[in-house]
C-alpha cells in the first residue's frame, strides 16, 4: 500500500525508536583510490538483517576522480550487491563471468567458499554513482558455491514516487533473485513534498539510506548519505520528502541475522581463524579463489592481519 499527501500537511513527530547512523569516508583500494561513504558496518550496528556493508558512492566525475578501479581480489562467505544510479562498471570473476552493471539493474555475485573479482568504471562513464551492498552468509550456506545473478527490475508506480524492487517484495513486487535469508531491497523514488507509507514484513528490522533529498524517516529527520535504523515490529514505514526537489533512497531489510560474524578486508567468516586461512589461501594463489580472466594488471595483496585476534560481532538485542 501507499498513500501520498501534500501541501499543508503536519509534520509528524520523530520517532525516538529511529536510529540514525553517519556516514564515514573510507578510501576504496585499488590503483586509483575512490573515496566511498560507508554506513555499515559501525560499533553501534554491525548488521541490519543480513546486510553486513553499505558503501555509498558519488556521483563522480570520473575525469577528476579517476573512477573505480579495483583489481582481482577475494571474497568469502558473502553475496556482493551492487545498484548504480549513473555510470557503468565492468565486472570480472573467476566463475567465468563477464558483466556489466548499469543503473537500475542489479548485480549479485555468490562468494560462497570463496570467488575473486574486478570491478573498473567503463571508459564511457562520465559520473559514477550508486551503491555496494555485502550480505552475510548463514552459516548452513556459508560454503556454496560460486553464483552470479542479473536482474533489472520494471519501476513500480506509488502514489507520489515509483520503486524498484532488486531483493526481496515490496509494494507488490517480487525479485527473482535468490537469497539464503530474507531480505528487502529497493530504489525508491519520492517526489517534491511526497508521503508514502509503505506496507512491510514486521519480523523484518529496515534501513533506509539517503541519497538526495531532505527525507523524514517515521518523523525523523534524514540527510544525505545518513542510513536511518528501525527495528522489526513495524507493518509499515512512512517516507516524507519534505524539498521541492525529488528525493533518491535506497531501502534495505531483513530478519535480524543471529549469527556473529568476523568481517575483515573481504572476508567474513565465523573465528579469527577462518580469516586467516583465507587470507594465506589468497596469498598463495589457491584454487580456493580461481582466477579473474581480462583484467590488465596484477591482483590486490592482501593486507597484514592486525596484532590481536578479531573478535566475532552481532547486534547488541
Partial sequence: MSTVETGLAETP??????????????P????????????????????????CF?????PDDVTSTGGMDVAPHPHTGLQTVSWLFTGEIEHRDSLGVHAHVRPGEVNLMTSGHGIAHSEVSTPAT??????QLWVALPEEHRHTARDFHHHAPAPVALDGGEARVFLGTLAGDTSPVPTFTPLLGAELLLRPNATITLDVDPAFEHGLLVDSG????AGTPLRPAELGYLAPGRTTLTLTNTAGTDARL???????????????????????????RARAEWQAASDRFGAVQGYPGDRLPAPEL????????GNAR
Fill in 54 to 58: 553499505v558503501d555509498h558512492y558519488g
Fill in 126 to 131: 562520465t559520473v559514477l554513482h550508486g551503491v
Fill in 214 to 217: 531532505d527525507v523524514l524517516l
Fill in 250 to 276: 535506497v531501502l534495505l531489510g531483513g530478519t535480524p541475522f543471529e549469527e556473529q560474524i568476523v568481517m575483515w578486508w573481504n572476508f567474513i567468516g565465523r573465528t579469527h581463524e577462518d580469516v586467516v
Fill in 13 to 26: 513527530a520523530a520517532d525516538p525508536r529511529v536510529e540514525v547512523l553517519p556516514a564515514r569516508d573510507v
Fill in 306 to 313: 592486525p596484532g590481536t585476534p578479531l573478535k566475532p560481532r
Fill in 28 to 51: 576504496l583500494g585499488g590503483p586509483r583510490a575512490m573515496t566511498v561513504r560507508r554506513t555499515l558496518p559501525q560499533r553501534s550496528r554491525t548488521m541490519i538483517g543480513a546486510w
